[in-house]
């Protein structure tokens, strides 16, 4: 048995550790932009919708990832899939969305997750230079992932070793 | 029964009567831009798939738009979207590719055609102000569409009378 919401004792979730450091941190005066949480690292891509589109599939399995998606990229991750390698400050955009069916055809529904990778070396040196970050539904602010999440996220990227992490690719 | 292919007589496709229609206009020295066949007036939309993507769907039928589609509009097209009437040099493209299955995911293959809309009021007063063109698979120059085919893409299409016949609506 796991303790309940209301169970006694130090059960401190590890986004709450980490806000807990951050305070002890800027009490001391030693907080630095590169000690921030890395939740605070991926921004929310502001207007990816008009992005360039990579590519778009349906999956009707069972994961979180189930629904129709597109991807979206910025100019520089753009470059990312020409040269096989992403630079610094490339985004991409992995937009979920609920799958509906109209007769033959299944068309996008309600947002379920806006995933998102920021590639930045300096600041995410331990998951190959790659940020992860997702927003719930429509939010800008609601941030679903911890640290665990965000290591699932790399863990699984890595099949795509020798293409920089990125399983998509661009075609004209 | 129809003739075959071998039949004599006066069998002259839609396509070539336009083209004889041509060459005579212009041994008369009277051809002009504005009698130019209805396709030579849906250029292929280049870099449309750098353009924005307003939505991808994926359709099981067993018409010739079955697959994974995905919808781009050039700039003045956007506007359209907004205001819901889309101005002279609106260009939209239904680029529909072949699906392929892979786990429990559809995917992107083959493409099968690209079609496109553009609005001129002016050339094309009897659709609508819109003009349709399909290409072929990854041509940009094999054109499919003959007068009947683009009378039943308008036909289609005039179901979205009070949408400016487009069915596709574009959210950020």
Same mark, same amino acid.
């Given at each position: 048995?796991?303790?309940?919401?209301?169970?006694?004792?130090?059960?401190? #979730?590890?986004?709450?550790?980490?806000?807990?450091?951050?305070?002890?941190?800027?009490?001391?005066?030693?907080?630095?932009?590169?000690?921030?949480? %890395?939740?605070?690292?991926? %921004?929310?891509p502001?207007g990816y919708r008009r992005w360039v589109h990579i590519s778009s599939a349906l999956?009707?399995?069972?994961?979180?990832?189930?629904?129709l998606h597109s991807i979206y990229a910025n100019d520089?991750a753009l470059?990312g899939y020409r040269?096989?390698?992403? %630079?610094?400050? =490339?985004v991409l955009v992995f937009d979920l969305l609920? =799958?509906? =069916?109209?007769?033959?055809?299944?068309?996008g529904?309600?947002?379920? &997750?806006v995933d998102?990778?920021?590639?930045?070396?300096?600041?995410?040196?331990? #998951?190959?230079?790659?940020?992860?970050?997702?927003?719930?539904?429509? =939010?800008?602010?609601?941030?679903?992932?911890?640290?665990?999440?965000?290591?699932? !996220?790399?863990? !699984? &990227?890595?099949?795509?070793?020798?293409?920089?992490?990125i399983f998509s690719t661009f075609r004209d």
């Open positions: 048995m796991s303790p309940g919401p209301g169970a006694a004792g130090p059960v401190l #979730t590890k986004p709450l550790a980490w806000i807990a450091g951050i305070v002890v941190a800027g009490s001391l005066s030693v907080i630095s932009a590169s000690s921030l949480t %890395p939740w605070a690292d991926v %921004p929310y502001d999956d009707q399995g069972t994961t979180r990832f189930a629904g520089k470059e040269t096989g390698n992403f %630079p610094d400050g =490339s609920e =799958s509906r =069916s109209e007769g033959s055809a299944f068309l529904g309600a947002r379920r &997750h998102v990778m920021r590639k930045d070396r300096k600041r995410f040196p331990d #998951t190959g230079g790659w940020g992860f970050e997702e927003f719930r539904g429509d =939010s800008r602010t609601d941030r679903a992932l911890d640290e665990g999440a965000r290591v699932a !996220c790399y863990t !699984c &990227h890595l099949r795509q070793k020798e293409k920089d992490l």
